[in-house]
């Protein structure tokens, strides 16, 4: 994102920023940027570092607040997880145009979220790739012709494992994606297939689409970054470089023309090009957040913070890759779903699910540690 603004330095002017615990980087961005306020994630990483000409808040209402600052016309929020619905509220609430990279948000509240949104007058600009490419085919659709849309997935890190190796997958497999390059998060949402799932669900609130009519194709090049569907039988779609700094820019400057170029495209020198069916069996999470997004609710939810809790225990090798669909469906077993009818609710089934999730990551891991094969560390070393 500052990347960005720092190419197109003349028609931007950032009046916060924040981060998660990086206090050295974020005062040195804030100095570059001429930025007085930021917001940490986290106290013991924070102040001490960041000096003493910058205001700084700490957590959650430090973030809720520089989301709904009256300074701000335009909120990034590309927030890790559900950590990011506090923010993607505030600035809906505050009427702002929100650019948002944050799929949590939408999966947990996407219809709380956009009635807000309606009520306020704030426009939610998507950067995910695929919703960013989606966006721009719809300014050239007319109304009642588009039909459905089509996500592609590269298939993550794990797609030519075979299928028996999946479960034991090493993190350092897990965590070299082919064709993005991203978060640890959201790489292993990418192989687990879940940050398909959850862009499912976003799609579906941010273009107003029926569940059944978004589609997933596996697309390894990851150029072809999403088709829309229109009622003759037709696609469009929007071709480029995997490049995050494409979507950030098109948010940014929407509804103008985006102001800087990037590598250019050039599709004879891309070779060929594939699509093909999501493999059945391989991605259990992704049938699982799927199912969670049809039952709806508080079932979402549900399913986004057992996956965080998971993805975390994995990452902290407590937990073998193929036991984050076991958790996913443990939490959603146990909590079952109730209707998701104002954003309480919807944080209250987080704090039930996060806790129900680490005592299914905690068993788990008790069992791995005493049981014979299949302990988190024995699998960690196989694999690529
Ligand atoms: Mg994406």
């Excluded at 973030?63 to 559900?82: K, Q, Y």
Aim: net charge negative.
């Amino acid at each position: 994102m500052l990347s960005v603004v720092e190419s197109n330095a003349d028609a931007f002017e950032i009046v916060s920023l924040s981060a998660l615990k990086s206090a050295e980087l974020l005062a040195a961005q804030a100095k570059q940027f001429g930025v007085t306020r930021v917001a940490i994630g986290e106290e013991a990483a924070g102040a001490r570092a960041l000096g003493a000409d910058l205001q700084v808040g700490v957590g959650e209402e430090a973030l809720v607040a520089l989301a709904s600052d009256p300074e701000a016309d335009l909120v990034v929020n590309a927030l890790v997880g559900t950590a990011g619905l506090p923010v993607t509220a505030a600035s809906v609430g505050a009427g702002k145009r929100l650019a948002i990279a944050n799929k949590e948000s939408l999966v947990m509240a996407g219809g709380l979220v956009t009635s807000l949104a309606r009520r306020t007058g704030s426009e939610l600009i998507p950067i995910d790739s695929e919703h960013s490419s989606i966006f721009r085919c719809l300014r050239g659709t007319s109304s009642g012709e588009v039909t459905g849309v089509v996500l592609t997935a590269s298939g993550g890190p794990l797609r030519d494992l075979p299928v028996d190796e999946v479960a034991s997958a090493a993190v350092a497999a897990v965590l070299s994606h082919p064709t993005w390059d991203m978060g640890e998060k959201i790489t292993v949402d990418s192989a687990t297939l879940v940050n398909k799932a959850m862009e499912v669900v976003e799609a579906m609130w941010l273009f107003d689409l029926p569940l059944d009519s978004i589609d997933v194709v596996v697309h390894r090049q990851s150029v072809v970054h999403s088709f829309v569907r229109l009622c003759d039988g037709s696609l469009l779609a929007h071709l480029g470089s995997p490049d995050m700094r494409v979507p950030i820019q098109y948010a940014l400057f929407y509804p103008d023309a985006p102001g800087g170029r990037f590598d250019e495209f050039r599709p004879a020198e891309m070779g060929t090009l594939s699509f093909g069916p999501v493999e059945a069996g391989r991605y259990p999470c992704f049938d699982l957040v799927l199912a969670s997004a049809r039952k709806g609710g508080t079932a979402p939810t549900t399913a986004a913070t057992a996956d965080e809790v998971a993805v975390d225990a994995f990452l902290t090798g407590r937990i073998r890759f193929g036991d984050i669909a076991a958790v996913i469906a443990g939490t959603l077993d146990a909590e079952g779903s109730g209707p998701a009818e104002d954003l309480a609710t919807v944080f209250e089934a987080e704090r039930s699910a996060r806790a129900t999730a680490a005592e299914i990551v905690n068993d788990i891991a008790a069992h791995a540690a005493h049981g014979p094969a299949g302990a988190a560390f024995t699998n960690g070393h196989s694999g690529v």
